[in-house]
C-alpha cells in the first residue's frame, strides 16, 4: 500500500514538472534591441534548448561605442522552470570584440561569472530579467521563434546590404538561403561571418531571418 502511495505522488510530481517545463517554450529564441547615444544600438538574444540531461540558455549581447567600437558578450548555462518563473545559472562568459563589423570577432577575455544568476518571469511572449547580484540592469525580451532553427535579428539594411545577427550563425554556414519569418520569402545567404550573416538585400525591410543548415549529403560530409 506504502509503495503504490509513493508511487502516485511520483508520477503526480513529474507530471507538474513536466507541466511546468511544457508551459514554457522550449527550444525559443528571444530578442530585444535598444537604442543608445549617438544612434547606437544595443541587441540581445536568448536562447533556451532542452536535451535529455538538462535545460540550458545562451545569451548574446551585441554592442557598438565609439571608443570599443564593436562588443560581443556570450554567457552560457543552465536554467530550471518553476511555475511562470525561470532561474538561469551561468557557466561561462566571453567578451569578444573588432573595430569593423564585416570583420571576425576577436576573444577580448574570458571571465568567472559563475556568481551570476538571472531570475526570469515570463507573461504573454515576453520575458522579464532580473540578475539577482545587479551585474546587469533589468531589461525585458520578446519571444520570436520557437523551434531549432537558427533565428537572426536585421541589425543594418539599405540598397546595398543586409546583415543580420544572432546566436549559432555560424552553424549554418552551409546554407544557401534564409527566410524571412514574416513573409516566408527565400533570401540568398552572401557569406557567413561569426555571428553575423550577410543576405542579398531586399527592397521591403526585413526584422527576423530563419536559416536551416542543410543535412549532409553524406557520411563523410557529417563527420567533417
Known amino acids: 500500500m506504502k509503495l503504490k502511495f509513493i508511487n502516485k505522488i511520483f508520477i503526480i510530481f513529474v507530471l507538474n514538472l513536466s507541466f511546468e517545463i511544457l ?11 535598444w537604442t543608445l547615444v549617438n544612434q547606437s544600438k544595443i541587441y540581445r538574444q536568448v536562447q533556451f534548448l532542452s536535451n535529455q540531461e538538462k535545460n540550458k540558455f545562451t545569451f548574446y549581447e551585441l554592442s557598438f561605442n ?23 545559472k551561468v557557466e561561462k562568459c566571453t567578451l569578444y570584440g573588432k573595430k569593423d563589423i564585416q570583420k571576425r570577432w576577436a576573444l577580448l577575455k574570458s571571465f568567472d561569472c559563475d556568481h551570476l544568476t538571472w531570475e526570469a518571469k515570463f507573461l504573454n511572449n515576453q520575458i522579464s530579467l532580473t540578475e539577482k547580484n545587479n551585474a546587469f540592469e533589468n531589461f525585458d525580451l520578446n519571444l520570436v521563434y520557437k523551434g531549432n532553427a537558427t533565428v537572426l535579428k536585421v541589425i543594418h539594411q539599405d540598397a546595398q546590404e543586409l546583415i543580420a545577427w544572432g546566436i549559432e550563425a555560424k552553424k549554418v554556414y552551409k546554407a544557401q538561403f534564409g527566410k524571412d519569418l514574416t513573409t516566408a520569402k527565400q533570401i540568398p545567404i552572401l557569406s557567413v561571418r561569426d555571428s553575423t550573416i550577410y543576405f542579398q538585400t531586399q527592397k521591403i525591410p526585413i526584422q527576423y531571418i530563419e536559416v536551416f543548415q542543410p543535412k549532409a549529403k553524406s557520411f563523410f560530409e557529417e563527420s567533417n
Do not use: A
Not at 508551459?23 to 534591441?33: L, R
Not at 570599443?68 to 558578450?73: A, D, P, Q, S, Y
Open 23 to 33: 508551459s514554457f517554450p522550449i527550444p525559443s529564441s528571444w530578442f530585444g534591441e
Open 66 to 88: 565609439e571608443i570599443r567600437k564593436w562588443e560581443e558578450l556570450r554567457i552560457q548555462g543552465t536554467f530550471e522552470v518553476k511555475e511562470n518563473i525561470l532561474t538561469l
